[in-house]
């Protein structure tokens, strides 16, 4: 018995040693390897990739969630939201901080040049979220259920939903309508999809509501609109977006709610607010809303930019020496040389 012990003592004991070995040649490994790696980056970065390289993430920033949102509105700090509709303006949104990211169906007016946000369909939109993802990373992502992909049934609503977490990347969903479409958010939040009502002008029905026009200006409207919102809130929204909402309704209808209201034109009394990207930043030509602040006139950066190089190209200007790539030492002399034999030979 005792030497049975002691022989599986001595097993463990020399298991475990093993394993002290095995663990400190995998330490011997890793760092080789780090190493290696290190020397690899380095080299790759010298010898193949002399563009410069950028910061391409915000390591500060810690992930908003619907918590995140949730203390914001708890502490009455107001919630900012952008949109977004690839890389490039994802990474901005993730750069300056903005809360919530939404890849808003009015990408298939700024981004795609449709005449309105009527025609952009469901794999137009998750192609965008997915590129919106790759550099929005910190803010809540809502994806925006573009028309016709939620109103024929709420089966082809949460399918649709599904997709935008499943394909787009996205964490959340915003849909258009009031308390018609209450079975319908129901049964997208209940499979823990949190969605973001949209209630005033809603884009989608801008045939009915007979263009782009202001909502909540008589009293009749904002009954509807009250009870709207009411419903959305009932149903499960996280959010409710006012847009086009005249001011004083807009307030009501924030203090009436226990869930955040985030505005586009609908005044100072919301719990947030919402642009669309391109109209804030001035590079939107068809339209520039009374609600929306100009904070850059990019357009006119942008067309200056690319006139003075194509002045430059045509000038001679670009490319300068530092553009160029220059040959190693000798080599073109001896490429010279080459050709000239070449030309001989085939002279004779
Ligand atoms: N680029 C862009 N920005 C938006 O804000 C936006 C879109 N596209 N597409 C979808 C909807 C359409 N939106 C719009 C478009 C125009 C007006 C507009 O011109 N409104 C008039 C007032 C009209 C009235 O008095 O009823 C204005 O002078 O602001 C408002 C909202 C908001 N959304
Ligand atoms: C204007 C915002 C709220 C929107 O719905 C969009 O960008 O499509």
Redesign the pocket.
């Known amino acids: 018995m005792s030497l049975l012990l002691i022989s599986f003592s001595f097993t463990i004991k020399s298991t475990s040693i093993m394993k002290n070995f095995v663990f400190l040649f995998q330490q011997k490994l890793l760092s080789t390897l780090r190493i290696r790696n290190f020397h690899q980056s380095n080299y790759c970065r010298k010898r193949f990739y002399s563009s410069r390289r950028v910061e391409t993430s915000n390591p500060n920033r810690a992930k908003v969630t619907i918590n995140t949102i949730q203390n914001l509105y708890k502490n009455k700090e107001p919630i900012t939201v952008l949109t977004a509709h690839d890389y490039p303006t994802g990474l901005f949104v993730e750069k300056a901080g903005i809360e919530v990211c939404l890849v808003g169906d009015?990408l298939g007016?700024?981004a795609l040049g449709y005449q309105n946000?009527s025609p952009i369909t469901m794999e137009e939109m998750l192609h965008h979220c997915r590129a919106v993802t790759r550099g929005a990373k910190s803010p809540f992502l809502i994806g925006d259920m573009p028309f016709g992909s939620y109103e024929t049934s709420s089966t082809d609503a949460l399918k649709n939903a599904i997709r935008f977490i499943k394909e787009g990347n996205m964490e959340g969903v915003k849909l258009e309508g009031g308390s018609e479409m209450f079975e319908t958010i129901q049964k997208i939040t209940r499979v823990g999809i949190p969605v973001m009502g949209h209630v005033g002008?809603t884009?989608q029905r801008q045939y009915s509501l007979g263009g782009?026009?202001?909502q909540g200006k008589t009293a009749d409207s904002a009954k509807k609109l009250i009870k709207d919102a009411k419903a959305l809130q009932e149903a499960g929204c996280f959010a409710i977006v006012l847009?086009?909402v005249s001011e004083p309704i807009a307030t009501y209808t924030t203090k009436m709610l226990h869930i955040p209201t985030i505005g586009?034109?609908a005044g100072a009394g919301t719990d947030g607010q919402v642009l669309?990207q391109?109209?804030m930043l001035g590079i939107?030509d068809r339209?520039m809303?009374?609600?929306?602040k100009q904070y850059a006139n990019l357009d006119k950066i942008v067309t200056d930019a690319i006139k003075t190089y194509r002045e430059e190209v045509k000038s001679g200007i670009f490319p300068a020496k530092e553009h160029s790539y220059p040959m190693e030492k000798g080599e073109y002399e001896k490429f010279l040389q080459f050709i000239n034999e070449n030309e001989k030979r085939s002279n004779k």
């Not at 809303?289 to 929306?292: A, V």
């Open positions: 009015s007016m700024v946000t002008l884009p782009y026009r202001i847009e086009a586009i034109g669309v391109q109209d939107f339209f809303p009374r609600f929306c």
